[in-house]
């Protein structure tokens, strides 16, 4: 029975994950489009997007997600999150320059990082910055 527990706990924190990472990539895109097409280049876009992206992604993570009534986040923590937002920071700069140099479309080339991103920066999450200690 507890084991069944621990199955549907993981499963309903991936689905609240997932649910803060789509609210956080509409921040993300709808940011990036609008700064892509009007104000800078796609690479600085990727950066500045990105960055609101985690402040909106850290915010409800810790009020929905990664949740534990015992303790407040710590400063080691924040720091961690911030480092596996790095992690996806990079990822998307790069796949979003390297793949919009060789012409495809930026939104697909977005798309691509998102893919990329999401699933090391879960992992990172779930298994280090979140980790049951």
Same mark, same amino acid.
């Given at each position: 029975?507890?084991?069944?527990?621990?199955?549907?706990?993981?499963?309903?924190?991936?689905?609240? =994950?997932?649910?803060?990472?789509?609210?956080?990539?509409?921040?993300?895109?709808?940011?990036?489009?609008?700064?892509?097409?009007?104000?800078?280049?796609?690479?600085?876009?990727?950066?500045?997007? =990105?960055?609101?992206?985690?402040?909106?992604?850290?915010?409800?993570?810790? $009020?929905?997600?990664?949740?534990?009534?015992? $303790?407040?986040?710590?400063?080691?923590?924040?720091?961690?999150?911030?480092?596996?937002?790095?992690?996806?920071?990079?990822?998307? %700069?790069?796949?979003?320059?390297?793949?919009?140099?060789?012409?495809?479309?930026?939104?697909?080339?977005?798309?691509?990082?998102?893919? %990329?991103?999401?699933?090391? %920066?879960?992992?990172?999450?779930? =298994?280090?910055?979140?980790? $049951?200690?």
């Amino acid at each position: 029975m507890a084991g069944r527990l621990g199955q549907l706990a993981a499963r309903l924190m991936l689905a609240r =994950y997932l649910i803060v990472s789509i609210v956080s990539l509409w921040a993300d895109t709808a940011l990036f489009l609008a700064l892509s097409h009007w104000v800078m280049p796609a690479s600085w876009a990727a950066f500045v997007a =990105y960055a609101a992206g985690m402040v909106v992604h850290w915010v409800l993570s810790v $009020r929905f997600v990664f949740t534990d009534s015992d $303790r407040r986040p710590s400063h080691v923590q924040r720091a961690s999150f911030v480092l596996s937002g790095l992690i996806g920071l990079a990822i998307t %700069v790069g796949l979003v320059s390297a793949l919009g140099a060789i012409g495809t479309p930026l939104l697909l080339a977005k798309g691509a990082a998102v893919l %990329v991103s999401f699933t090391a %920066v879960y992992l990172v999450r779930k =298994y280090v910055v979140f980790a $049951r200690r």
